[in-house]
Protein backbone atom coordinates (compact mmCIF):
# COMPACT_ATOMS: atom_id res chain seq x y z
CA UNK A 1 0.00 0.00 0.00
CA UNK A 2 1.27 3.37 -1.31
CA UNK A 3 1.92 6.07 1.33
CA UNK A 4 -0.08 9.63 0.47
CA UNK A 5 2.13 12.21 -1.10
CA UNK A 6 1.75 14.55 1.82
CA UNK A 7 3.26 11.95 4.25
CA UNK A 8 6.21 11.34 2.13
CA UNK A 9 6.56 15.24 1.62
CA UNK A 10 6.92 15.91 5.33
CA UNK A 11 8.87 12.82 5.99
CA UNK A 12 11.78 14.88 3.28
CA UNK A 13 11.46 17.76 4.51
CA UNK A 14 11.83 16.01 8.36
CA UNK A 15 15.30 14.83 7.43
CA UNK A 16 16.11 17.69 5.72
CA UNK A 17 15.79 19.66 8.91
CA UNK A 18 17.71 16.89 11.05
CA UNK A 19 20.85 16.94 8.27
CA UNK A 20 20.63 20.51 8.34
CA UNK A 21 20.89 20.47 12.42
CA UNK A 22 23.54 18.56 12.45
CA UNK A 23 25.84 20.32 9.73
CA UNK A 24 25.01 23.40 12.09
CA UNK A 25 26.14 22.29 15.77
CA UNK A 26 29.59 20.68 13.70
CA UNK A 27 30.32 24.45 12.41
CA UNK A 28 29.39 25.59 16.47
CA UNK A 29 31.38 22.85 18.12
CA UNK A 30 34.43 23.53 15.71
CA UNK A 31 34.62 27.59 16.11
CA UNK A 32 34.18 26.78 19.67
CA UNK A 33 37.44 24.38 19.60
CA UNK A 34 39.18 27.35 17.59
CA UNK A 35 39.25 25.15 14.17
CA UNK A 36 37.43 25.62 10.81
CA UNK A 37 35.21 22.85 9.87
CA UNK A 38 36.50 20.50 7.71
CA UNK A 39 36.70 21.58 3.34
CA UNK A 40 35.10 19.78 1.68
CA UNK A 41 37.00 17.28 -0.87
CA UNK A 42 37.58 18.67 -4.18
CA UNK A 43 38.76 17.31 -7.68
CA UNK A 44 42.00 17.96 -8.92
CA UNK A 45 44.13 17.29 -12.11
CA UNK A 46 46.54 14.56 -11.83
CA UNK A 47 49.58 14.22 -14.32
CA UNK A 48 47.93 10.93 -15.64
CA UNK A 49 44.87 13.23 -16.34
CA UNK A 50 41.72 11.57 -14.37
CA UNK A 51 40.29 13.79 -11.73
CA UNK A 52 40.55 12.36 -8.53
CA UNK A 53 39.22 13.14 -5.81
CA UNK A 54 41.44 15.01 -2.91
CA UNK A 55 41.58 14.48 0.48
CA UNK A 56 40.88 18.02 3.43
CA UNK A 57 43.97 19.99 3.40
CA UNK A 58 44.95 19.22 6.98
CA UNK A 59 45.68 22.52 9.14
CA UNK A 60 49.38 23.98 8.36
CA UNK A 61 51.06 23.85 12.09
CA UNK A 62 51.45 27.36 13.93
CA UNK A 63 55.00 29.07 12.89
CA UNK A 64 56.81 30.50 15.73
CA UNK A 65 56.99 34.40 15.33
CA UNK A 66 60.37 36.21 15.35
CA UNK A 67 59.89 37.39 18.70
CA UNK A 68 59.09 33.71 20.27
CA UNK A 69 61.41 31.88 21.79
CA UNK A 70 62.06 27.89 19.82
CA UNK A 71 63.60 26.34 22.63
CA UNK A 72 67.39 25.52 22.97
CA UNK A 73 68.25 24.77 19.55
CA UNK A 74 71.36 26.87 18.22
CA UNK A 75 69.60 26.20 14.02
CA UNK A 76 67.68 29.72 12.82
CA UNK A 77 64.07 28.66 12.37
CA UNK A 78 62.34 29.20 9.78
CA UNK A 79 61.74 33.14 10.84
CA UNK A 80 64.96 33.46 11.54
CA UNK A 81 67.54 32.85 14.50
CA UNK A 82 65.90 30.67 17.84
CA UNK A 83 67.53 32.13 20.75
CA UNK A 84 67.64 29.98 24.05
CA UNK A 85 65.05 29.94 27.07
CA UNK A 86 66.32 31.15 29.91
CA UNK A 87 66.85 29.00 33.21
CA UNK A 88 66.75 30.02 36.19
CA UNK A 89 68.02 26.89 37.68
CA UNK A 90 71.47 27.09 35.39
CA UNK A 91 73.61 28.04 38.18
CA UNK A 92 77.14 27.86 38.66
CA UNK A 93 76.96 25.29 40.55
CA UNK A 94 75.03 23.28 38.83
CA UNK A 95 77.27 23.84 35.63
CA UNK A 96 80.28 22.46 37.63
CA UNK A 97 78.64 18.82 38.35
CA UNK A 98 77.03 18.69 34.83
CA UNK A 99 80.40 19.33 33.11
CA UNK A 100 83.02 16.49 34.16
CA UNK A 101 86.00 16.57 32.69
CA UNK A 102 85.25 13.83 30.04
CA UNK A 103 81.89 15.67 28.86
CA UNK A 104 84.19 18.77 28.89
CA UNK A 105 86.57 16.67 26.58
CA UNK A 106 84.03 15.66 24.14
CA UNK A 107 82.23 18.78 23.83
CA UNK A 108 81.66 19.84 19.82
CA UNK A 109 81.58 22.95 18.21
CA UNK A 110 77.99 23.41 16.74
CA UNK A 111 79.45 24.57 13.05
CA UNK A 112 79.88 20.38 12.87
CA UNK A 113 83.56 21.83 11.71
CA UNK A 114 85.00 18.62 13.73
CA UNK A 115 86.08 16.02 11.17
CA UNK A 116 89.43 14.98 11.15
CA UNK A 117 91.09 15.45 7.36
CA UNK A 118 92.51 11.97 5.60
CA UNK A 119 95.76 12.73 6.10
CA UNK A 120 95.37 15.78 8.71
CA UNK A 121 98.47 17.03 10.57
CA UNK A 122 98.39 19.13 13.94
CA UNK A 123 97.11 22.38 13.12
CA UNK A 124 100.20 24.48 14.26
CA UNK A 125 102.44 22.61 11.86
CA UNK A 126 100.52 23.19 8.50
CA UNK A 127 100.92 26.51 7.20
CA UNK A 128 98.13 28.35 4.74
CA UNK A 129 98.10 28.73 1.08
CA UNK A 130 99.32 32.15 2.46
CA UNK A 131 102.29 30.76 4.43
CA UNK A 132 100.10 32.03 8.16
CA UNK A 133 99.31 29.40 10.64
CA UNK A 134 98.24 30.15 13.92
CA UNK A 135 99.97 29.98 16.96
CA UNK A 136 99.62 28.44 20.01
CA UNK A 137 100.11 30.19 23.20
CA UNK A 138 98.46 30.42 26.43
CA UNK A 139 95.33 32.74 25.76
CA UNK A 140 94.17 36.02 27.50
CA UNK A 141 91.87 36.85 30.88
CA UNK A 142 88.98 38.01 28.77
CA UNK A 143 88.38 35.00 26.31
CA UNK A 144 87.69 31.61 26.64
CA UNK A 145 85.50 28.48 25.56
CA UNK A 146 81.69 28.22 25.54
CA UNK A 147 79.78 24.62 26.68
CA UNK A 148 76.43 24.28 26.21
CA UNK A 149 74.44 21.04 26.67
CA UNK A 150 71.16 20.80 23.87
CA UNK A 151 67.71 18.57 24.69
CA UNK A 152 70.46 15.16 24.25
CA UNK A 153 72.88 16.60 26.92
CA UNK A 154 75.18 16.95 24.28
CA UNK A 155 77.63 19.53 24.37
CA UNK A 156 79.34 22.01 22.26
CA UNK A 157 82.41 24.05 22.36
CA UNK A 158 82.83 27.95 21.16
CA UNK A 159 84.60 30.74 22.10
CA UNK A 160 83.97 34.17 23.51
CA UNK A 161 85.44 37.56 24.90
CA UNK A 162 83.86 39.40 27.50
CA UNK A 163 82.80 42.98 26.05
CA UNK A 164 82.19 46.28 28.39
CA UNK A 165 78.87 46.61 29.91
CA UNK A 166 76.69 48.50 32.58
CA UNK A 167 76.03 44.99 34.22
CA UNK A 168 80.11 43.89 34.07
CA UNK A 169 78.49 40.46 33.04
CA UNK A 170 78.43 40.51 29.41
CA UNK A 171 80.08 38.50 26.81
CA UNK A 172 80.15 38.35 23.19
CA UNK A 173 80.36 35.21 20.45
CA UNK A 174 78.79 33.91 17.17
CA UNK A 175 74.82 33.57 17.32
CA UNK A 176 75.22 29.95 16.02
CA UNK A 177 77.00 29.52 19.10
CA UNK A 178 74.14 29.94 21.26
CA UNK A 179 72.91 26.84 23.53
CA UNK A 180 70.85 26.21 26.51
CA UNK A 181 72.48 26.10 29.84
CA UNK A 182 75.60 27.08 29.02
CA UNK A 183 79.00 27.63 30.40
CA UNK A 184 81.83 30.40 29.65
CA UNK A 185 84.87 29.66 31.07
CA UNK A 186 87.55 32.38 30.64
CA UNK A 187 91.24 31.27 29.73
CA UNK A 188 89.97 27.80 29.62
CA UNK A 189 92.81 25.19 31.33
CA UNK A 190 91.87 21.62 30.20
CA UNK A 191 94.30 20.32 33.15
CA UNK A 192 91.58 21.53 35.46
CA UNK A 193 88.35 20.30 36.30
CA UNK A 194 85.51 22.91 36.08
CA UNK A 195 85.54 23.97 40.03
CA UNK A 196 89.05 24.79 39.66
CA UNK A 197 89.13 26.88 36.26
CA UNK A 198 91.59 29.97 36.93
CA UNK A 199 89.10 32.61 36.61
CA UNK A 200 85.78 30.67 37.45
CA UNK A 201 83.21 29.35 35.29
CA UNK A 202 80.20 31.46 34.35
CA UNK A 203 76.77 30.15 34.09
CA UNK A 204 74.70 31.91 31.24
CA UNK A 205 71.69 33.37 31.80
CA UNK A 206 70.39 35.52 28.84
CA UNK A 207 71.11 34.94 24.61
CA UNK A 208 70.64 38.08 23.03
CA UNK A 209 70.59 37.37 19.01
CA UNK A 210 69.15 39.32 16.07
CA UNK A 211 66.29 37.07 15.67
CA UNK A 212 66.96 37.74 11.72
CA UNK A 213 70.14 35.61 11.57
CA UNK A 214 71.01 32.61 10.08
CA UNK A 215 74.28 30.68 9.40
CA UNK A 216 73.98 29.64 6.03
CA UNK A 217 74.59 30.93 2.61
CA UNK A 218 72.20 33.64 2.91
CA UNK A 219 72.71 37.08 3.40
CA UNK A 220 71.04 37.24 6.92
CA UNK A 221 74.39 35.71 7.61
CA UNK A 222 75.91 38.82 7.82
CA UNK A 223 74.13 38.74 11.21
CA UNK A 224 75.83 35.49 13.00
CA UNK A 225 76.97 37.13 16.22
CA UNK A 226 75.17 37.13 19.67
CA UNK A 227 75.55 38.38 23.49
CA UNK A 228 74.93 36.61 26.60
CA UNK A 229 74.82 37.62 29.81
CA UNK A 230 76.15 35.70 32.51
CA UNK A 231 74.98 35.20 36.07
CA UNK A 232 77.32 36.01 38.87
CA UNK A 233 79.94 33.83 40.58
CA UNK A 234 79.39 34.20 43.92
CA UNK A 235 79.62 37.73 44.46
CA UNK A 236 81.17 39.05 41.43
CA UNK A 237 80.35 39.76 38.07
CA UNK A 238 83.08 38.51 35.03
CA UNK A 239 84.38 42.19 34.08
CA UNK A 240 85.49 42.76 37.95
CA UNK A 241 87.67 39.34 37.25
CA UNK A 242 88.94 39.13 34.00
CA UNK A 243 88.18 42.87 32.72
CA UNK A 244 86.58 43.69 29.76
CA UNK A 245 87.37 44.52 25.82
CA UNK A 246 86.41 47.29 23.97
CA UNK A 247 83.82 46.76 21.39
CA UNK A 248 84.47 49.36 17.86
CA UNK A 249 82.67 49.49 14.28
CA UNK A 250 84.33 47.65 11.93
CA UNK A 251 86.52 50.25 10.10
CA UNK A 252 86.03 48.80 6.74
CA UNK A 253 86.64 45.62 4.63
CA UNK A 254 90.52 45.56 5.06
CA UNK A 255 91.86 45.32 8.86
CA UNK A 256 95.19 44.45 10.33
CA UNK A 257 93.37 42.02 13.31
CA UNK A 258 94.78 39.21 15.74
CA UNK A 259 92.20 36.52 15.78
CA UNK A 260 91.81 34.39 19.12
CA UNK A 261 90.06 30.97 19.17
CA UNK A 262 89.93 27.59 21.01
CA UNK A 263 90.35 24.43 17.99
CA UNK A 264 88.98 21.05 19.32
CA UNK A 265 91.29 18.99 20.71
CA UNK A 266 91.38 16.28 17.77
CA UNK A 267 93.09 19.07 16.30
CA UNK A 268 94.76 20.54 18.93
CA UNK A 269 96.58 17.88 20.81
CA UNK A 270 97.60 20.42 23.64
CA UNK A 271 93.97 22.02 23.94
CA UNK A 272 95.53 25.43 24.61
CA UNK A 273 94.13 28.96 22.66
CA UNK A 274 95.24 30.01 19.31
CA UNK A 275 95.81 33.06 18.03
CA UNK A 276 96.51 35.04 14.34
CA UNK A 277 98.40 37.26 14.83
CA UNK A 278 98.96 40.70 12.90
CA UNK A 279 97.25 39.17 9.99
CA UNK A 280 95.26 41.03 7.76
CA UNK A 281 91.68 40.79 5.78
CA UNK A 282 89.78 41.24 3.31
CA UNK A 283 86.18 41.21 1.95
CA UNK A 284 84.35 38.06 1.20
CA UNK A 285 82.52 38.84 -1.82
CA UNK A 286 78.70 39.62 -1.72
CA UNK A 287 78.74 40.00 1.72
CA UNK A 288 78.62 42.29 4.51
CA UNK A 289 81.59 40.17 5.84
CA UNK A 290 85.64 40.17 6.01
CA UNK A 291 87.80 36.82 5.76
CA UNK A 292 91.49 36.24 6.89
CA UNK A 293 93.72 33.50 5.56
CA UNK A 294 95.43 31.11 8.65
CA UNK A 295 95.77 27.55 8.81
CA UNK A 296 94.72 25.81 11.96
CA UNK A 297 91.11 27.53 12.69
CA UNK A 298 89.69 23.97 13.47
CA UNK A 299 85.98 23.95 15.00
CA UNK A 300 85.64 25.74 18.51
CA UNK A 301 87.05 28.83 16.93
CA UNK A 302 83.38 30.34 16.17
CA UNK A 303 82.37 33.42 18.01
CA UNK A 304 86.27 34.33 18.63
CA UNK A 305 86.74 37.79 18.76
CA UNK A 306 88.57 39.78 15.97
CA UNK A 307 91.12 42.59 17.69
CA UNK A 308 92.14 45.62 15.88
CA UNK A 309 94.82 46.13 18.85
CA UNK A 310 95.67 44.71 22.30
CA UNK A 311 95.78 46.78 25.58
CA UNK A 312 99.33 46.93 26.99
CA UNK A 313 98.41 44.59 29.35
CA UNK A 314 98.19 41.97 26.78
CA UNK A 315 94.97 40.58 28.42
CA UNK A 316 91.74 42.81 27.05
CA UNK A 317 92.00 44.78 23.71
CA UNK A 318 89.76 46.35 21.10
CA UNK A 319 87.37 43.91 19.05
CA UNK A 320 86.02 44.70 15.54
CA UNK A 321 84.31 41.14 14.46
CA UNK A 322 83.74 37.42 15.23
CA UNK A 323 84.37 34.13 13.78
CA UNK A 324 80.98 33.22 12.08
CA UNK A 325 78.68 34.39 9.61
CA UNK A 326 79.25 32.58 5.84
CA UNK A 327 78.10 28.97 6.28
CA UNK A 328 79.02 29.48 10.30
CA UNK A 329 82.63 31.20 9.44
CA UNK A 330 84.04 29.17 6.73
CA UNK A 331 83.93 28.30 3.17
CA UNK A 332 81.75 25.84 1.78
CA UNK A 333 84.62 23.11 0.88
CA UNK A 334 85.02 19.05 2.57
CA UNK A 335 86.71 18.54 5.51
CA UNK A 336 89.56 17.58 3.64
CA UNK A 337 90.34 19.89 1.69
CA UNK A 338 93.23 22.22 2.94
CA UNK A 339 90.90 25.36 3.02
CA UNK A 340 88.79 24.21 5.41
CA UNK A 341 90.85 25.25 8.47
CA UNK A 342 92.79 27.93 6.54
CA UNK A 343 89.54 30.16 5.60
CA UNK A 344 88.07 32.12 8.49
CA UNK A 345 84.96 34.62 8.00
CA UNK A 346 83.48 37.24 10.27
CA UNK A 347 80.72 39.36 9.92
CA UNK A 348 81.28 43.38 9.96
CA UNK A 349 79.69 44.94 12.96
CA UNK A 350 77.05 48.18 12.02
CA UNK A 351 74.91 49.82 13.01
CA UNK A 352 72.85 46.78 13.34
CA UNK A 353 75.18 45.42 15.90
CA UNK A 354 75.37 48.14 17.76
CA UNK A 355 71.86 48.13 18.23
CA UNK A 356 71.66 44.64 19.24
CA UNK A 357 74.98 45.55 21.83
CA UNK A 358 72.46 48.28 23.36
CA UNK A 359 69.62 46.75 23.77
CA UNK A 360 71.01 43.54 25.50
CA UNK A 361 72.83 45.47 28.17
CA UNK A 362 69.36 46.84 28.85
CA UNK A 363 68.07 42.63 28.87
CA UNK A 364 65.95 43.26 25.46
CA UNK A 365 66.09 41.47 22.36
CA UNK A 366 63.59 43.14 20.27
CA UNK A 367 62.89 42.08 16.28
CA UNK A 368 64.64 44.50 14.07
CA UNK A 369 62.71 43.60 10.79
CA UNK A 370 63.78 42.34 7.50
CA UNK A 371 67.58 42.86 7.38
CA UNK A 372 68.73 45.39 4.31
CA UNK A 373 71.90 44.83 3.52
CA UNK A 374 74.72 47.80 3.39
CA UNK A 375 76.40 49.01 0.32
CA UNK A 376 79.19 46.25 -0.17
CA UNK A 377 82.62 47.49 -1.35
CA UNK A 378 84.18 47.90 -4.50
CA UNK A 379 81.11 50.14 -6.08
CA UNK A 380 82.86 52.35 -8.72
CA UNK A 381 79.33 53.14 -9.86
CA UNK A 382 76.23 51.97 -12.29
CA UNK A 383 76.15 51.33 -15.44
CA UNK A 384 74.89 55.11 -16.62
CA UNK A 385 78.63 55.84 -15.40
CA UNK A 386 80.19 53.40 -16.89
CA UNK A 387 78.43 53.58 -20.02
CA UNK A 388 81.92 55.13 -21.85
CA UNK A 389 84.12 52.62 -20.33
CA UNK A 390 85.91 51.37 -23.25
CA UNK A 391 89.02 49.28 -21.44
CA UNK A 392 90.24 48.37 -17.92
CA UNK A 393 93.64 47.01 -16.93
CA UNK A 394 94.87 46.57 -13.29
CA UNK A 395 98.23 47.08 -11.96
CA UNK A 396 100.17 44.86 -9.39
CA UNK A 397 98.49 43.04 -6.67
CA UNK A 398 100.22 43.15 -3.22
CA UNK A 399 98.27 41.09 -1.04
CA UNK A 400 95.61 44.50 0.15
CA UNK A 401 95.68 47.20 -3.00
CA UNK A 402 94.77 47.23 -5.87
CA UNK A 403 95.54 50.41 -8.79
CA UNK A 404 93.52 50.48 -11.45
CA UNK A 405 93.39 51.79 -15.26
CA UNK A 406 90.42 52.56 -17.55
CA UNK A 407 89.78 54.65 -20.77
CA UNK A 408 86.75 56.87 -22.13
CA UNK A 409 85.42 56.98 -25.50
CA UNK A 410 83.15 59.55 -24.11
CA UNK A 411 83.98 63.32 -24.15
CA UNK A 412 85.33 63.07 -20.62
CA UNK A 413 88.74 62.57 -19.85
CA UNK A 414 90.74 59.78 -22.03
CA UNK A 415 91.94 57.73 -18.92
CA UNK A 416 91.77 57.62 -14.80
CA UNK A 417 93.50 55.98 -12.41
CA UNK A 418 92.33 54.96 -9.00
CA UNK A 419 93.53 52.67 -6.04
CA UNK A 420 91.43 50.18 -3.70
CA UNK A 421 92.08 48.77 -0.50
CA UNK A 422 90.62 45.40 -0.47
CA UNK A 423 90.72 41.40 -1.61
CA UNK A 424 92.46 41.81 -4.81
CA UNK A 425 92.84 43.19 -8.38
CA UNK A 426 91.97 42.03 -12.03
CA UNK A 427 94.10 40.95 -14.69
CA UNK A 428 95.35 42.92 -17.53
CA UNK A 429 91.90 42.41 -19.76
CA UNK A 430 89.58 44.02 -21.66
CA UNK A 431 87.06 44.52 -18.69
CA UNK A 432 87.51 43.70 -14.54
CA UNK A 433 86.75 40.47 -13.66
CA UNK A 434 82.94 39.40 -11.93
CA UNK A 435 82.83 39.04 -8.54
CA UNK A 436 83.93 35.16 -7.34
CA UNK A 437 81.56 33.75 -4.90
CA UNK A 438 82.19 33.01 -1.32
CA UNK A 439 83.76 29.86 -0.83
CA UNK A 440 86.97 27.85 0.54
CA UNK A 441 89.55 29.04 -2.10
CA UNK A 442 93.16 29.43 -2.07
CA UNK A 443 94.69 32.15 -0.71
CA UNK A 444 95.16 34.74 -3.64
CA UNK A 445 98.58 34.75 -5.13
CA UNK A 446 100.41 37.89 -5.99
CA UNK A 447 99.29 37.69 -9.34
CA UNK A 448 95.53 36.58 -8.40
CA UNK A 449 92.33 38.30 -9.69
CA UNK A 450 90.15 41.17 -8.26
CA UNK A 451 86.75 40.92 -7.13
CA UNK A 452 85.77 43.52 -8.38
CA UNK A 453 82.38 44.02 -10.68
CA UNK A 454 82.20 43.65 -14.60
CA UNK A 455 81.71 46.57 -16.38
CA UNK A 456 79.28 46.95 -18.96
CA UNK A 457 80.60 49.07 -22.08
Known sequence: MQKPESLRRRIRLGAVAVLSAVALLGNAAAAQAGTAPPAPATSTPTASGPLRSAA?????????????????SAAPSASGAAVPAADDDWTVEAAIRFWTPQRMDSA??????????????????????????????????????????DKGLKGHRCTAGVVRSGGHNLILTAGHCAGSNSMFVPKYDHTKTAAAQPYGVWAVDKWFLDKRATWDKAKTSDLDYAFASL?????????????????????????????????KIAHNPPDQAVRCPDIYTTALSGYYQMQIFCAGMWGGVSGGPFFSKLDPSGDTGTIIGNVGGFLQGGPDVSGSDPRYNEITYSPLHGDRFFRLYADAQQGRNPDYGPYEQPSLPYTMGTGATWKHAGLMASGDFDGARATATWSWSGPTARSRSTTATGAATSRASGSCCPRTPPGRRPRPSPRATSQGRTVST
Open 231 to 263: KPNGRENVQDVVGANTLARTPGYANKVTVIGYP
Open 56 to 72: PAPKPPARPTPTESTGP
Open 108 to 149: TDPSGRTAPPEGSTAAARRPSAGGVTAQHFKGIKSVGTIFSK
